[in-house]
């Protein structure tokens, strides 16, 4: 490719290992420091043969004193809960990396949470990823200590959280903004006093909206629960402007934060916001339509009645034969969820029908029968709204949720008493490749019906908000779940501008290819020893009086695989045969090549990475020339020079050796004489 003449690297990446006379990048995601920029270095070559490359790497231009830096006055980030995200090319190294962090800010000074969280932020985003959320220092390390140690007693982590996956690359984003039947009291209060994005586009939204309606549509979100404002979100006229005002304002949050979605979809009402996002209307047209909607559905006399049905399409539409004009399917939620809607009276009687089959049947609580033939009389006024409007060319792809061409007026009226068609929306996402489902509303009310309606796996389905959780954590949550997964998130937004804590670099994974060489021979004859000429000992020291010596070795899996064979409970452990034959070996040297007692003290354990030392000594001989033997061990390494005063030895062995018979030469084998069958187990061309 075609580089350009200069190249600035003020964040190099922490996993290039250049090696060419010991050449390495390893400074982490770190700008040059103030006073220690190059003017310029460089490797002049390096490579293998015909492929050569260079790096020059010159001063960074100098910062603008009005740009925002390390050292600037702190943004502002999302308040409320802090999230360190990590990540790693593999599952090892993302523990690593935790394991690092985890030392980082629980050592020394402890750097604050937010100046952590923005140092994560402006790293590398790899395959496998995990975030850590929770509200401050204590709760942050407490949770990446659990992560770290991998228990899975969500109490360990002091109420964090710690989201884990593994990202798919670049996979579609899909937004689904909820219907009606997802406000709730209250809604966007929360996210208004953390996310600064989200207040901004409230105000704006709301300002739209405002002129339509008869007071401050702020005022009924924000009722206090129980309230008669709070009843209020209930009418129509308010939950349909209400739920478009708090998912415009979700979608721009989420886009300030870096999750843009490449397919946008509906359910309903929702499909508005969809709309809008999709840049078919402004939002000025937008808000002039949905109140128009809201207002003229309330004002319908025949409220009628909707019942969620345990069914097929299928099965429910060969039960309402004759009924069209009263009754229809107002949704298909998924392959067993159908709603029905329309007159009370005929509604319910469905109802009980499908309840005498052994199907469940749910009544919905709403002002009036969406999505039926008694939506009818609302149309020609509505026509006269949507005659208002400009349809614009849609940025971003719209899956549409009922059936007909959305580009124009007379879809938005067919919607009105059309079924909403959600699965086959959600299947048609799939077909477009949407790897991530993102609910924006202010419940989730269609992440649980999508995870019915999808077919493949591996998709994520992410809601913006979680029950129980405080709007901000539950934000963090989605942030956290749809990143992991792939999504786009840009974290250095969330955690807004400020200092920048000092982290260690990337955890490599370091393998080794080069090969051990082996030991050198020692010159035993040189230091007084001779060659014991077994494998399992190495030298023999004799001492001066009386035939008595000592045999000498090291043990170990790695100069003798065989030996790992034997283990117990995963510890390697010396067979008692191994050990009589010592007794054996050493007793013969002597003379003596009969056992009369073997008594064994304490078991003979190896290390898997280490070596033992052993030492058979041979005692001086009685009056009947009977003896005693014993064996020692203790860790070799270190301890062979720490300890020259002999401590530290464990006995494993006591026994007695005696001649054969009076005057017989020893069987013991000889030094020097070779072992073949010990060297190698088992032996070759042996069968098991």
């Known amino acids: 490719g075609v580089l350009p003449p200069t190249l600035h690297v003020t964040e190099p990446t922490p996993h290039v290992d250049w090696t060419a006379g010991r050449v390495e990048l390893l400074t982490g995601a770190r700008a040059w420091p103030a006073g220690a920029r190059p003017r310029r270095a460089g490797v002049s070559s390096f490579g293998i043969s015909g492929t050569n490359a260079h790096l020059i790497v010159e001063e960074a231009p100098t910062p603008d004193p009005t740009t925002p830096g390390d050292d600037a006055e702190p ?71 659990a992560y770290v140690a991998d228990a899975p007693d969500p109490a360990t982590a002091v109420e964090g959280t710690t989201v884990e996956g593994v990202a798919v690359e670049q996979p579609r984003i899909a937004f689904l903004f909820t219907g009606q039947g997802g406000q709730r009291a209250g809604m966007g209060r929360e996210l208004a006093a953390a996310a600064p994005a989200f207040a901004a586009a409230l105000d704006e939204v709301c300002a739209a909206l405002d002129p339509h309606l008869d007071r401050p549509l702020r005022d009924v979100m924000w009722a206090e629960p129980g309230s008669p404002g709070a009843a209020s979100l209930d009418r129509t006229a308010y939950t349909q402007p209400a739920l478009f005002a708090f998912e415009v304002a979700a979608l721009r949050m989420l886009q300030s934060y870096g999750m843009r979605p490449d397919l946008v979809a509906g359910h309903s009402v929702g499909e508005y916001a969809a709309a809008h996002a999709a840049g078919v209307w402004s939002l000025t047209d937008a808000a002039r339509l949905i109140a128009a909607r809201g207002r003229l559905m309330q004002e319908l006399r025949d409220p009628g009645a909707m019942v969620a049905v345990e069914a097929t399409a299928e099965e429910v539409a060969a039960t309402l034969t004759g009924l069209e004009t009263r009754v229809g399917i107002a949704a298909v939620n998924g392959p067993t969820a159908v709603v029905v ?27 009036h029968a969406f999505h039926s033939p008694l939506m009818e009389p609302m149309l020609p006024a509505f026509a006269a709204e949507l005659a208002r409007v400009t349809f614009g060319h849609p940025r971003t792809a719209f899956v549409a949720g009922t059936e007909g061409t959305w580009t124009d007026a007379r879809y938005w009226l067919d919607q009105i008493v059309r079924p909403v068609l959600f699965h086959a929306a959600v299947s048609r996402l799939e077909d477009e490749g949407a790897g991530v489902l993102v ?66 670099t990337y955890a490599f994974e370091r393998e080794r290819f080069w090969l051990d060489p082996p030991a050198p021979a020692a010159d035993l004859a040189s230091a007084g020893l001779r060659e014991a000429g077994h494998p399992l000992l190495s030298a023999v020291v004799d001492l001066p009086e ?63 990475g280490g070596g033992t030392a052993i030492q058979v000594v041979v005692e001086r001989a009685d009056d009947s020339g009977a003896r005693p033997v014993r064996v020692y061990s203790r860790p070799s390494g270190d301890a062979d020079l720490a300890d020259p005063a002999g401590s530290g030895w464990t006995r494993h062995v006591s026994a007695t050796v005696t001649p054969s018979a009076p005057g017989t030469l020893s069987t013991g084998v000889s030094a020097g004489t070779p072992c073949p069958w010990a060297s190698q187990w088992p032996p070759v061309g042996a069968e098991p």
């Open 75 to 145: 943004g502002v980030p999302l308040s409320g809960p802090t999230a360190w995200p990590i990540s790693a090319r593999g599952a090892r190294s993302l523990r690593a990396q935790a394991v690092r962090l985890h030392a980082a800010v629980t050592s020394g000074e402890r750097p604050a949470p937010a100046d952590v969280a923005r140092a994560l932020a402006g790293r590398a985003a790899f395959p496998h990823r995990a975030v850590v959320i929770a509200h401050d220092h204590d709760a942050l390390t407490a949770t990446l200590s």
């Open 341 to 367: 809607s329309g007159a009370e009276r005929e509604c319910l009687a469905l109802a009980e029908q499908w309840r005498s089959r052994g199907r469940r049947t749910r009544r919905l609580t709403v002002s």
């Open 439 to 504: 609910e924006v509303g202010p419940r989730a009310v269609l992440s649980g019906m999508a995870h019915d309606c999808v077919t493949r796996e591996g998709t994520t389905i992410v809601p913006l908000h979680r029950r129980d959780h405080a709007e901000h954590d539950a934000l963090a949550d989605c942030l956290a779940r749809a990143w992991t997964a792939g999504a786009g998130v840009d974290w250095s937004a969330v955690a807004g501008t400020g200092g920048r804590a000092d982290l260690p």
């Open 546 to 608: 009386d035939g008595q010596a000592v045999l000498t070795g090291r043990l170990s899996v790695t100069a003798t695989p065989w030996l790992a064979g034997h283990a117990v409970s995963g510890t390697v452990v010396l067979p008692g045969a191994a050990l009589a034959e010592l007794v054996l070996e050493a007793g013969g040297r002597a003379g003596c090549d009969r056992v009369d007692e073997l008594v064994f003290e304490a078991p003979l354990t190896l290390s898997p």
